[in-house]
């Protein structure tokens, strides 16, 4: 069973139109919550990182949220730049801090 | 500009012979990791090192893996005997103190014919 969920697998925006992705998880005890984004043929950049409920992080036109069971990443009037594959990522149980089991990703695409 | 530099971009090599990848960190980090990323799949953990010893592994990270800092600044990983299916990208990651974020490199396709 995937520990890490994201959703939609792939989304289609206009530019300007804003909307949010979802990364729900199930591992107990969660000791951080990675986003990254990655452009084709690159390594993941990094985001943000949140450890509790209720705590949000933003940057430029991205911002994240996080509950007990999901974490969101609100893209407000996204721009064409925008577009790329976003991965949420969280240690495992018992694990060091950075063995981290990725989502597949949601990849962005914004449209002129 | 990643923090880490890995060498080189792309690898191509055939079944069997064994390949070094290469990763350079820019500053000074403590925590070296090595990911790979299938094509089309999920980025998956390989590897972790610190104080120049192997912290955890992952179930890929077999007997044909291998990874060393040789002179304190190059961090490898080393697959002795290719094969087909560890046709991926590789990317090295890195960390400092705390809860300072794992950064990664642009990573290095290797493809095994």
């Known amino acids: 069973e995937d520990q890490v969920t994201q959703s939609p697998e792939a989304l289609r925006l206009q530019e300007g139109e804003s909307s949010s992705l979802n990364c729900s998880y199930t591992?107990?005890?969660?000791?951080?919550l990675f986003w990254y984004r990655q452009d084709p043929g690159k390594g993941p950049e990094f985001l943000f990182t949140l450890y509790s409920a209720g705590e949000e992080k933003e940057k430029e036109r991205l911002k994240a949220t996080l509950t007990k069971k999901e974490s969101f990443l609100h893209i407000t009037a996204p721009k064409p730049e925008d577009s790329a594959t976003y991965l949420c990522?969280?240690?495992?149980?018992?694990?060091?801090?950075?063995?981290?089991?990725f989502g597949k990703g949601t990849k962005l695409s914004v449209i002129p | 500009e990643p923090e880490v530099t890995q060498t080189p971009s792309h690898q191509v090599t055939q079944m069997g012979q064994e390949v070094i990848l290469r990763c350079v960190p820019i500053s000074n980090h403590l925590y070296f990791y090595w990911y790979r990323q299938i094509l089309g799949q999920k980025v998956e953990f390989l590897v972790s090192f610190y104080n120049n010893e192997i912290s955890e592994k992952s179930e890929i990270f077999d007997d044909q893996f291998s990874v060393e800092r040789p002179d304190g600044s190059n961090f490898t990983l080393k697959i002795r005997s290719t094969k087909l299916e560890d046709s991926a990208m590789y990317f090295c990651?890195?960390?400092?103190?705390?809860?300072?974020?794992?950064?990664f490199g642009n990573g290095t396709r290797l493809t095994v014919t």
């Open positions: 990522a969280v240690p495992l149980p018992g694990a060091g801090s950075y063995q981290l089991t």
């Open positions: 591992v107990s005890g969660l000791r951080g």
């Open positions: 990651a890195v960390a400092g103190q705390g809860h300072s974020p794992l950064h």
